[in-house]
């Protein structure tokens, strides 16, 4: 066994002393599987893995013996093999395709399988993020194991590997750096060293990549863990003058290209204009390359830059690109960006804030002009929508206002509600007004939340802001919490003004807040609007539900409104206009007891409108068998003034028959006063008084009316007793003038000889 850097034995040099074949279980060794093997690692040993050719290596910084003696192998894994070595394990598999390979850690150790682990997407596990430092190249790790050095079987390339004791990941795509490349690993890192100069050590964060023991300038060909930040954007990690120079070069060698490299002098110029922070300059420079050589848009490169520039210009609508597809293999390169849209439309915020939170190690990795543009940003959505493990990226943010806005929204979802409302206290303050007014949104609605001020007032806050938030690019939000703030005074209107004034702006990063808000105010603004609301008022309300009906989806919810939209074009006089509301919620409702009121609500306005065999259809259609009773009864009554309409007396008074409904009691008594069956009549309005009317206590208009429809009835029945009920019941709480004098007259012993004729006045 022969040393190498460091004093690092170089396992593959001495041949194996202990060659095994690999198998296991799921969660066992020595159980057969064709796609999952353990690795009994122990945690305090440190992995790495990788693939050179086609062998899948794992390298193990086991400085204690590791047992293998139970592990056998069957499948793709059946030419598994593992060498064993006094401090170092090297496990070699051959792959038989293009197959993909997938490491996860358990308890009992490392899962190795040729499908993704169970429980949870693969590609969102962490991964390495370079980061310069004053020390060198740092690959975070949260417990780095040892660095070996090996000589690669395949290639026999000098490897330095650093390990990792946690699932940490690893590089995403090949780098190559100054006398060295980064290879890409499932885990840990491995470093192609052609240089003598090049290092690894691990370092509690992780394993530090230095030239001489030294940091060193590497210009981020290395840095970059993706080909999307380093290739498709060109990132540099450069001091601003030479990012001006590289950007003015390329520049120049763009203006004297000939048309064969044309196309790829200007992307790279678009590139540099884009690494310096000058965005309209790189969008710029990409518009003109394409509109002469448009074939090249078809290049995921290149449409990836120009999305990304869009984004950073905020056009929103060029952006969309980021959204994808793109391709499989660079899903984890691209997803950051993804984040980084959604995060500016106001879309998804969840899935944005996850996908911030990922890969936010690249973002303060970045070169400044383009980190000072973006970090904020990130900070702050994954600070508003983060779950607890993304806010966990937020440990350690850059000094600033911005940053500190973002740590308050941590705190605030964190559940530190005083220490979050004491912060944006004081950036309600700050000299950026963009901080300033998004610290001054959350305070007023710590304390409209927590009653310290009215509805009515935090509305008005909201409306002194406006300046400010348009400034900030924050209107449509502000005027959507203003318009919230309205609906907890049932101020419907207000709020749906507030919400109309919102959607002016194309490009609102709060479009997911708008429906919920639009389908409060309209439930509410139907809900209080009676039908014997005044004119005007009614006229109004019935307005503004007509201008926003179609903002509501179809459904339960929009059903719902379209019949109290319905009931009150009815009271206003359009029968027409209401059925055809009552029409479309039908179909909407689900629920048998609110489908069969609108069926109801229809039949009647078909009844008014003269049209009873469409009555009866509506009433057909939304019957069920499941109605409760009170609105079976209901509708019997409407289909009973359907038989009316087509001049059924009797069906009407079979479906009316012994219904002590008082709408059914009514109806049967107008049907027995119109044939002249007085006492029969007279009965049915004695079983409705017996309710309507009170024992004691004044009498509304309503109850006088039953009471001399009542006496007028018994009267004509020349039914004493029952005049006497009616008298001694009411008293003498019935007004004075003609309807007071009539019911004294009718009741009186000799009320009974009155003739018709005589009690045909004004009731």
Not at 434 to 439: L, S, Y
């Amino acid at each position: 066994m022969t040393t190498g850097k460091n004093g690092m034995k170089e396992a593959s040099r001495v041949p194996s002393t202990n060659t095994l074949q690999l198998g296991g279980g799921d969660s066992q060794p020595g159980v057969a599987s064709t796609n999952r093997i353990l690795l009994p690692v122990p945690p305090r040993m440190g992995i790495a893995a990788f693939q050179s050719g086609d062998r899948f290596i794992i390298v193990i910084d086991n400085a204690e013996p590791m047992d293998t003696s139970a592990l056998r192998g069957d499948g793709i894994f059946s030419t598994l093999s593992v060498n064993t070595l006094p401090d170092a394990t090297l496990i070699q598999v051959r792959l038989p395709d293009t197959r993909r390979l997938y490491l996860s850690q358990q308890a009992e150790g490392w899962v190795l399988g040729d499908k993704p682990p169970p429980g949870g997407d693969y590609d969102d596990r962490r991964v390495i993020n370079p980061q310069y430092t004053d020390s060198g190249v740092l690959y975070p790790m949260r417990r780095s194991g040892r660095v070996l050095s090996i000589s690669d079987p395949a290639s026999g390339d000098r490897l330095l590997v650093g390990t990792s004791a946690m699932d940490d990941g690893g590089i995403l795509s090949l780098r190559n750096g100054d006398g060295y490349d980064v290879w890409p690993t499932t885990e840990g890192i491995v470093i192609a060293a052609h240089s003598p100069r090049i290092d690894l050590k691990p370092v509690p964060n992780g394993i530090l990549l230095t030239e001489d023991g030294r940091a060193f300038p590497d210009h981020g060909r290395a840095i970059y863990a993706n080909d999307v930040d380093l290739k498709w954007l060109g990132l540099q990690n450069l001091p601003v003058d030479a990012l001006i120079q590289r950007y003015r070069t390329s520049l120049l060698a763009a203006a004297d290209s000939d048309p064969f490299h044309r196309f790829t002098r200007r992307l790279d110029a678009a590139k540099a204009a884009f690494n310096l922070g000058a965005f309209v300059e790189a969008r710029g420079i990409l518009t003109v390359a394409l509109q002469d050589d448009p074939e090249e848009a078809a290049l995921p490169d290149v449409r990836f830059l120009l999305a990304a520039s869009e984004l950073l210009c905020g056009t929103m609508d060029g952006a969309s690109m980021l959204n994808g597809p793109w391709p499989s293999s660079q899903k984890r390169a691209t997803q950051l960006w993804q984040g980084l849209y959604l995060a500016a439309i106001g879309e998804n915020d969840a899935t944005a804030a996850h996908q911030l939170a990922l890969d936010f190690g690249r973002l303060k990795s970045y070169p400044a002009p383009i980190r000072d543009a973006l970090l904020p940003a990130a900070a702050e959505e994954i600070g508003r929508y983060g779950t607890p493990e993304d806010l966990a990226v937020l440990d350690d943010l850059p000094p600033g206002s911005r940053y500190q806005l973002a740590n308050a929204f941590r705190q605030m979802r964190s559940g530190k509600r005083d220490i979050a409302y004491a912060s944006f206290q004081k950036l309600a303050d700050d000299p950026n007004p963009q901080v300033a007014e998004k610290a001054l949104e959350q305070k007023t609605s710590f304390e409209l939340a927590d009653g310290r001020i009215k509805p009515d007032a935090a509305a008005e806050i909201f409306n002194t802001m406006m300046p400010d938030a348009r400034l900030a690019g924050r209107e449509a939000t502000v005027r959507l919490m203003q318009a919230d703030a309205y609906m907890q005074t049932h101020n419907w209107s207000d709020a749906l003004q507030a919400i109309d004034a919102a959607r002016t702006y194309p490009d609102m990063a709060s479009k997911n807040m708008v429906a919920p808000l639009v389908s409060q105010a309209l439930t509410g603004l139907a809900d209080s609007s009676s039908p014997g609301s005044d004119k005007k008022s009614l006229l109004h309300d019935t307005a503004m539900l007509k201008v926003h009906l179609p903002d509501l989806p179809p459904g339960a919810q929009k059903g719902n409104v379209l019949v109290s939209y319905g009931r009150m074009l009815l009271a206003l006089g359009l029968p027409d206009d209401a059925a055809q509301a009552f029409s479309d919620a039908i179909p909407m409702l689900t629920a048998p007891d609110l489908r069969a009121m609108a069926g109801a609500a229809l039949a009647e306005t078909d009844i008014e409108r003269k049209l009873p065999q469409d009555a009866a259809q509506a009433l057909a259609i939304t019957d069920n068998p499941s109605l409760p009773d009170d609105i079976r009864t209901a509708r019997q009554v409407i289909a009973a003034r359907v038989a009316l309409a087509t001049g059924d007396q009797a069906k009407a008074l079979s479906l009316l028959h012994n219904s002590p409904n008082a709408s059914a009691l009514d109806l049967t008594a107008r049907i027995h006063e119109e044939k002249g069956e007085w006492a029969a009549a007279a009965g049915d309005i004695r079983k409705m008084a017996d309710d309507i009317i009170p024992p004691t206590g004044p009498l509304t208009e309503s109850q006088q009316i039953l009471a001399l429809r009542l006496a007028s009835d018994a009267s004509q029945a020349s039914d004493q007793r029952l005049l006497g009920w009616v008298a001694d019941r009411v008293g003498d709480r019935i007004s004075d003038g003609d309807r007071g004098r009539m019911f004294k007259l009718l009741t009186k012993p000799s009320g009974a000889a009155l003739t018709a004729s005589q009690t045909s006045a004004p009731l």
